[in-house]
């Protein structure tokens, strides 16, 4: 969430050093699909929320000299309009650098508990729809490729939400149960990340697939 320039260097530093393999989002998807293989053993995904320019500043930087594929999650109505996100130009460049994916976190981040709280049930469906569907629409008319991949804001999530997202047209969704991906009847709507902050050590290697089978 938080993490300093110089921790995610040594994390980066950890996940090479131990024999780690960081892959891309959609490797795991298409095989959690039966649409590829399965990926290497104690393989890892990094991805990244929301847009903040220090993606550009700080990250991008290390994600050349590590040479790792990221999947960064946008809610579009930041994208060169506040202050602390990246505008259409960098996100453009990034794609264009091979090593970042560029796929959705809604259009607006909105909280999905308060919202169908304060809306009627009509009125929160339509908002719901909205806040899955433009954002691929915009993502694709500004950067090209296939946006299908959903983080849920805040990590919040619920069968009709799941449901919702797969008739917007995602093929997966990840969500801030802080576990391993895998466990038997897992929603591939709603796949757990951990969310990192700026830990390392014992801490930072707690989050990740055993070294020995």
Not at 9 to 16: A, N, P, T, V
Not at 172 to 187: H, I, Q, V
């Amino acid at each position: 969430m938080t993490v300093r320039t110089s921790t995610f260097r040594s994390q980066l530093q950890y996940l090479k050093d131990h024999g780690y393999r960081t892959v891309p989002l959609r490797t795991v998807v298409a095989y959690l699909l039966h649409l590829g293989p399965p990926p290497p053993p104690r393989s890892v995904v990094i991805t990244a929320d929301d847009g903040h320019r220090s993606v550009v500043t700080d990250m991008l930087p290390l994600v050349r000299e590590y040479n790792v594929p990221v999947t960064l999650f946008i809610y579009p109505s930041a994208i060169s309009n506040a202050s602390y996100a990246m505008t259409w130009e960098q996100l453009r460049s990034l794609a264009r650098t091979g090593l970042f994916d560029v796929q959705s976190h809604t259009y607006w981040h909105p909280n999905f508990k308060v919202e169908k709280r304060r809306l009627a049930a009509e009125a929160y469906r339509d908002f719901v729809v909205t806040q899955l569907a433009r954002p691929r629409t915009v993502l694709t008319q500004k950067l090209g490729g296939t946006v299908d991949l959903l983080a849920w804001p805040f990590g919040i999530y619920d069968e009709d939400l799941l449901r919702l997202a797969a008739q917007s047209g995602y093929v997966a969704g990840l969500t801030l149960d802080g576990r391993p991906t895998g466990r038997a009847g897992e929603s591939i709507m709603a796949l757990p990340r951990f969310l990192v902050t700026d830990v390392s050590g014992k801490r930072f290697a707690a989050m990740l697939p055993p070294q020995s089978p």
